[in-house]
């Protein structure tokens, strides 16, 4: 059996394929090899525990329930960014690293038809059911784009908000993705986010781990450098809103809120 390359020694193109590898898996529950606490790692929760997870981030659960399976199921994140975000009717959303589409559905419903939400997602098997799910729905305000974040197929300045939701972490590229997020924001638009990060630095050891990356662990940055790449691709007023300590060593999950000036 080849030996598992650590992250130190792979390409940022290795470790996105790596990551593919993983979230194809959780796109398809039954054959997940995603291990860890659900309530502080991206893996999906079981089917008994989902509905209750989902409340205690704050998801109402008359909403979630009348949800199928097959979008809640795949849940992989650590927060509630639509809660956050406070979408109005007739804006424009963008949900990086969609999933199988639990926040855009969310979404969806509070900005109307009127409004849309657009969600970006590397993995095809994730693009795949969140496309079934979004006719499932009949949400035709809905559109998903198979896409990586470092490199949106988004066009400039085109949307309101963008949430995201344990995703970040996974990108090897953090600065891109906050430079990316904010050439496709309307000046004044907003980037609410949930995700993983870290209190003090990992050992060693776990930071080499690509298991611990792909389960959002080695990827997460300090909140302090988090928000340096923030600014430094032009945000302003970037709020840490809650952090909550996760069973994970030095590892705590987060709400954070950014805007872009208005011209």
């Known amino acids: ?34 291990s860890g606490s659900a309530e502080s790692s991206c893996c999906g929760p079981s089917e ?7 409340e ?19 849940y992989a994140g650590c927060g509630n960014p639509v809660a956050l975000a406070s979408l109005q009717e007739g804006e424009v959303v963008l949900d990086l690293g969609s999933g199988a589409g639990l926040d855009m559905f969310v979404a969806s419903e509070k900005v109307g038809q ?3 939400v657009i969600g970006v997602d590397m993995t095809p098997e994730m693009v795949e059911k969140a496309r079934e799910n979004a006719a499932k729905l009949g949400r035709t305000n809905v559109e998903i784009r198979l896409g990586d974040i470092e490199d ?20 090897p590229n953090k600065a891109k993705v ?8 309307r000046p004044g638009g907003r980037m609410m986010i949930s995700d993983l990060m870290l209190e003090e630095p990992l050992p060693e050891d776990l930071q080499n781990e690509i298991a611990a990356y792909t389960g959002c662990i080695a990827g997460a940055v300090p909140i302090d450098e988090y928000e340096r790449l923030m600014r430094e691709a032009g945000f302003t007023s ?19 809120a950014a805007f872009k000036p208005s011209k």
């Open 152 to 171: 949106m197929p988004v066009d400039d300045e085109s949307v309101d908000v963008i949430i995201s939701n344990c995703v970040i972490n996974l990108a």
């Open 48 to 54: 008994s525990s989902r509905v209750a997870l989902l």
């Open 238 to 256: 970037i709020e840490v809103v809650e952090k909550v300590i996760t069973p994970y060593r030095s590892v705590v999950s987060v709400n954070i």
């Open 56 to 74: 205690k981030l704050g998801y109402d659960g008359k909403v979630v329930v009348q949800l199928p399976e097959s979008v809640t199921e795949s």
């Open 178 to 185: 906050f430079t990316e997020s904010f050439r496709v924001l």
């Open 114 to 116: 009127s409004g849309r």
């Open 1 to 34: 059996m080849a030996e598992t390359k650590k992250i130190s020694e792979m390409t940022p193109d290795e470790i996105k394929g790596e990551v593919k590898k993983a979230y194809a898996q959780v796109a398809q529950p039954t054959q997940s090899s995603c």
